[in-house]
């Protein structure tokens, strides 16, 4: 079984950092791209940075310059420093990862989510 644990989030002021980790752990047996996603109520999931196993980081425009994804050397854990925050990053922050399970299958696994609220 696998299972991906987020931390870090809460609440902070604008302008402020906040840093959110994920670790997947369980019966894996390789792990492509890991990403972090945020979601509003109503709304979809939208993608905030993604990170290969190489290094190689994207992220969305919204996010560029402020936000950073890192993964450990394990490659297992997936960072999101998150710094000069504003109140429209307020959402409920996921991480997924692309990964080979039990079943030798490769798919998407998502966290639970955890909530980042900034205040104005």
């Known amino acids: 079984q696998v299972q991906l644990m987020e931390s870090g989030g809460g609440f902070v002021q604008a302008g402020g950092t906040l840093n959110l980790s994920c670790t997947a752990s369980g019966s894996i047996f390789g792990i492509d791209v890991m990403a972090w996603f945020r979601q509003l109520p109503g709304e979809g999931r939208y993608l905030v940075a993604t990170?290969?196993?190489?290094?190689?980081?994207k992220y969305a425009d919204s996010v560029k310059g402020r936000f950073t994804i890192s993964r450990d050397s394990a490659g297992n854990t997936v960072f999101l420093q998150m710094n000069s925050l504003k109140p429209e990053d307020t959402a409920v922050y996921y991480c997924?990862?692309?990964?080979?399970?039990?079943?030798?299958?490769?798919?998407?696994?998502w966290g639970q989510g955890t909530q980042v609220t900034v205040s104005s």
């Open positions: 990170i290969t196993p190489g290094g190689s980081t």
């Open positions: 997924t990862a692309h990964l080979r399970d039990a079943a030798a299958r490769w798919q998407d696994y």
